[in-house]
C-alpha cells in the first residue's frame, strides 16, 4: 500500500500534490469565511450547513454523507474523475471548514456592521479562489459534487456544461432555502464571481504546474 502511493505520488509529481492539498485547505478556510460573514456559503456547503442544522448533525458528518452519496454517482458514471484530490476533498472538507470557521469567530467573533460582513466575504472569495484554482490545476481528481454537473454534461452533450451547473447550483440552493439555510449575497457571488476569479488565478497557477515532476 505505502509502496503504491509512493509510486503513485512519484508519477503525478509532488509539485501537483503539494497544490491539490494547499488547495483544498485554501478552500476551507475560504468557506469558514463565507459562514462567518453570514452572508450565505456557495449553494453545495449551505445546502449542507442548512441540513445539517435541520437534523440535529454535525457538519462535517453531514458534509461527509452527502459527499459520499455524491461519490456513488461519481464512482458509477465518472470515474475517470476520482484521483487524490477527490478523496481529500470527500473526507477532510467539511471538518476543515468547522475547523477554521471555530477558530476564525474564537479570534474575531461574529460581524454585526455590513462593511465588516461584506469585507470578509470578500477575504473568503479570494482566498477560496485561490485554493480552487490551486486544486483544479492540479488535475488529481475532481470533488463528488463538481463531478455531478461534469457528468451530466457528458450524459447530456446537447446540453452546455454551464448549464449543467447552474442545475445543479440552483438545486442545491433550492434544497438550502427549503431547509431553512442563508441565500444571500455570497450565495450569488459563488454562482457567477467564482469563474472570473479562478481564471485570473489559473494564469499564475497553470506555468507553475507545468513541470509537474519538480
Not at 477527490?86 to 462593511?115: E, H, K, Q
Not at 441565500?183 to 459563488?190: A, D, E, S, V, W
Not at 476569479?197 to 497557477?205: A, E, G, K, P, S
Request: charged share 10%.
Amino acid at each position: 500500500m505505502i509502496e503504491s502511493l509512493k509510486s503513485y505520488f512519484h508519477r503525478v509529481g509532488k509539485k501537483r500534490v503539494i497544490a491539490s492539498l494547499l488547495g483544498n485547505l485554501l478552500v476551507a478556510v475560504g468557506i469558514a469565511l463565507f459562514k462567518q460573514s453570514v452572508l450565505g456559503n456557495d449553494p453545495y456547503t449551505g445546502m449542507n450547513m442548512a441540513l445539517a442544522e435541520l437534523l440535529g448533525i454535525r457538519f462535517p458528518l453531514l458534509q461527509l454523507g452527502v459527499n459520499l452519496i455524491f461519490f456513488t454517482i461519481q464512482l458509477i458514471w465518472g470515474r475517470h474523475l476520482i484521483g487524490f484530490g477527490t478523496i481529500i476533498n470527500a473526507l477532510l472538507i467539511g471538518s476543515l471548514v468547522d475547523f477554521f470557521y471555530r477558530l476564525s469567530v474564537s479570534w474575531f467573533g461574529l460581524p454585526t456592521v455590513f462593511a465588516v460582513k461584506l469585507l470578509i466575504m470578500a477575504i473568503g472569495m479570494v482566498i477560496c479562489s485561490f485554493g480552487l484554482s490551486l486544486y483544479q490545476t492540479a488535475d488529481l481528481g475532481v470533488s463528488p459534487y463538481d463531478a455531478a454537473s461534469l457528468i451530466l454534461d457528458r450524459k447530456l452533450p446537447h446540453i452546455p456544461y454551464f448549464w449543467c451547473r447552474i442545475f445543479t447550483d440552483a438545486l442545491c440552493a433550492l434544497v438550502c432555502w427549503l431547509a431553512g439555510g442563508i441565500i444571500g449575497i455570497g450565495t450569488l457571488i459563488t454562482a457567477f464571481g467564482f469563474g472570473p476569479v479562478i481564471d485570473l488565478f489559473n494564469r499564475v497557477v497553470r506555468p507553475l504546474m507545468a513541470d509537474n515532476k519538480a
